[in-house]
């Protein structure tokens, strides 16, 4: 038989003893977490920083002044070659202190917590606020500044010679992966980096280039022999030269020739066969378009001329021929048609004007040239660059100042022609023409009302409008050393229509730029913004339609010229910009009309007018 042991009962006075320990150990606890409650437990550090059994605010205040310099210290990069510094708080990234602290605070009774926090120790990172705003904004300065748009192959012929210029890559900037990098490094080392940036190639290829080149070289290699009813003539190989051009279509360098030169080269043979002839115009007299007659001609039109020529210039036989047809060269627009359109009144006139710079009068003037006259029917798109070609020496411009890469002023062919544009879309847009594509300058500049003016820059961008109204409309010009005047003249659709400017919003300070490049030119400061213009239309005095048009202007770099370091190293980076994110006060904006005439010595660059 087994005997089974039996446990003696605890005695009243055991039983007493352990619950006296057990409310002991609980009073403890409690009185350890009533004097510890607010404060951090004991044993955390932020980075390195110890913050345990701090209060809150003592611990807030200890991890502004220890880590938030730490996490705002700069970061030094290279973006393609220019150098730049940037602090995380100026991109909108910073510490937070009363959150980091936050994750340290002993939160609740728990007793396992209350002792370990006696004998442990624990790291928590710090908390980062990021202001996506900003972030987007200092980083798309840095992209402003440092992307280089490709260079397309330019083929030019002249009489003495064909010149190939080669393109060249360009480089942008990947915004969403700086932006990453920036937020994801704040609290790491800093390194010099390089910034994510991708090569963008010309669309033309070096051997579509290479090919284009061949064909001019045959094209101008011997005259062409033209038949024309009765009458034969030559066109020179030069004159075909003068005639020949290349112009971007895509990926490829398509010739043109200009049949007007062509029919000049030949124009003494056809002289007793052809009659001159013209289209329907207008002209405006007191105030009013009045008709000017077309005139019926005969001979051969330039166009067949172009395109028969054309079809054989890369026919390398020496003895190269086309036959033009003679016939009757109908005005396109005829007397008839040109009354029949409607145009008698004023639809919208604007006056834009500008300081008095000898190149602004030159290159406003031709563009205002090029302008005049313009008659859009129905459902035509205006197109600023088409209508005023390409700015070049050959088509009556000059160098003038525009704003280049980053918001710096610099010089190129055609400079000052965005006051022309300017004036010809505030035109278009109190006569109610449609909004195609329009682009306002990337900084504000003073003389124009802001999200109220625009610009171009030929191959690059344009500036667009459509008449969507049921008439067609006719533009002319004016002209003055100071002001150019744009009218439209047609039929009033609507009694009124009127612009309502916004609030300027989300004000953006100038950045302040060091520029040690030997071309170096100083400015001021301009201020950023974001400003809503809404076009109202008004018929029969009643509100019919109300367009908003929002216009986001940058900052425009503060630039201050210093000697070029003497390192080697830095020698070798064109352009050394650095970004030096130091808070300054709003400083006015820079009219580049204060600018130096520029000189006539300097080579002329793709404009950005």
Partial sequence: MTEHLKMPAPSRRNLVIVLAIVVGILVFLLGVFLATKGT?????????????????????VLVSEKIAPK???????????????VRPAAAGITLDSQATVEQGLRQGF?????????????????????????????VASIAQAADVLPVEPNLKVTAQKITLSPG????????????????????????????????????????????????????VSAPVAVTAGDISATID???????????????????????AILHE????????????????????????????PSVVGSGVADADLATSVLGILGDSSPNRAVTVPMGIKEPELTTADAQALGITEKISSFTQSFPYAAYRTTNIGQAAEYVNGTLLMPGDTFSMNDTI??????????????????????????????????????AAFFAGMEKTDTRAHSLYISRYQPGLEATVAWGVFDMRFTNTSPTPVFISTKMTNTSMRVTFWGQKQYDEIRAEFGERTNIRKPQKIVNRTKKCSPQSGIEGFTITVDRVFIKDGVEVEREPMTTVYRAGPEITCKKPKKDKKEEQLAGDLEFDNTVEESLDAVDPSASPSPSPTKKPKKPRD
Avoid: C, H, M
């Fill in 40 to 60: 951090v437990r004991a044993g955390t550090t932020v980075a390195g920083v110890d913050i345990g059994g701090l209060s809150e605010p003592e611990a807030v």
């Fill in 71 to 85: 996490i705002n210290k700069k970061y030094v990069f290279t973006a393609g070659e220019q150098e730049f510094e």
């Fill in 110 to 138: 728990n007793p396992v917590t209350l002792v370990t926090d006696f004998i442990g120790s624990r790291e928590i990172e710090p908390v980062i606020s990021v202001d996506q705003v900003a972030l987007e904004d200092q």
């Fill in 168 to 219: 060249r890559e360009g480089l942008r900037i990947d915004q969403t992966e700086l932006a990453e990098l920036l937020v994801e490094g704040v609290t790491a080392p800093r390194e010099p980096f390089i910034a994510p940036s991708e090569v963008t190639p010309p669309r033309v290829s070096a051997e579509t280039a290479v090919a284009a080149q061949k064909f001019a070289e045959t094209a």
């Fill in 237 to 259: 190989a030069q004159v075909i030269a003068r005639a020949l051009s290349f112009s971007q279509q895509g990926n490829q360098l398509a010739p043109e020739l200009n049949g």
């Fill in 265 to 292: 080269s030949i124009a003494p043979a056809l002289r007793d066969a052809e009659v001159p002839g013209r289209d329907a115009t207008f002209v405006i007299k007191k105030g009013k378009p009045v008709v000017v």
């Fill in 389 to 426: 070609k390409e700015r070049t020496v050959a088509n009556g411009y000059t160098v003038g100042t525009i704003i280049g890469p980053g918001g710096v002023f610099e010089d190129a062919l055609g400079g000052g022609v965005s006051a022309a544009t300017t004036a010809v879309w505030t």
